[in-house]
């Protein structure tokens, strides 16, 4: 069965500091026409950063799209200052943010962030053997974070509770649960 839509049009309708949005019109597979809305955002990393005492490092920051404070692990985008490398992303994100540097940093996966209507394209790291930073790097003026370290049975209640509803940062917990059931 053929699933892929023809586009046959596509026009910018937005093009901002984070993100683009265009309009595409399509024929699907059954020869129907209809729009798509699609917002592009660069490629972005995310970092699950374990500490020396076996605690997650998580960010408590103000999200303007839901208008409230979240708790999430460190992440941001692949941008001009790396080459677009996310490890590169990654390190410099983990300085940022934390203030910490990793002696290890493991791939864990890649994946899409919400494919219904985002391109955006998201890698997630372990970063391990945490130290404090020599030289520290600017960080974003329009960010401001606060920092706290959790266990992993505080993080999952923090889900169950729901204080944690950032997908990326509920899949982080969810790994680290299964890196120690597995040892």
């Known amino acids: 069965m053929d699933f892929a839509e023809k586009t046959t049009h596509t026009k910018n309708v937005f093009k901002g500091h984070l993100i683009s949005v265009d309009v595409e019109d399509v024929i699907t ?9 699609i ?3 660069a490629p972005a990393i995310a970092i699950l950063a374990i ?18 404070t979240t708790l999430e692990i460190p992440a941001g985008k692949v941008d001009s200052r790396d080459s677009a490398d996310p490890v590169h992303a ?9 203030r910490y540097a990793a002696k290890k940093l493991t791939k864990v996966s890649s994946f899409y962030t919400s494919v219904g209507v985002l391109d955006e ?20 003026q329009d960010e401001q974070l606060s ?3 959790v266990s992993l049975a505080q993080a999952l209640k ?19 649960q299964g890196m120690k059931r597995n040892g």
């Open 51 to 68: 500490t020396d005492d076996n605690k997650m490092i998580l960010e408590k920051q103000w999200r303007s799209p839901i208008h409230a």
């Open 29 to 37: 597979p059954e020869g129907h026409h209809s729009q798509r809305e």
């Open 158 to 176: 923090m889900i169950d509770d729901g204080q944690i509803q950032d997908a990326k940062t509920i899949m982080a917990i969810y790994y680290w």
């Open 121 to 140: 394209f998201m890698t997630l790291y372990l970063a391990t053997g945490l130290t404090p930073v020599q030289n520290k790097l600017p960080q974003d």
């Open 39 to 41: 917002v592009h955002h």
């Open 147 to 149: 920092l706290m370290k």
């Open 90 to 98: 990654a390190k410099r994100e983990l300085n940022e943010e934390t």
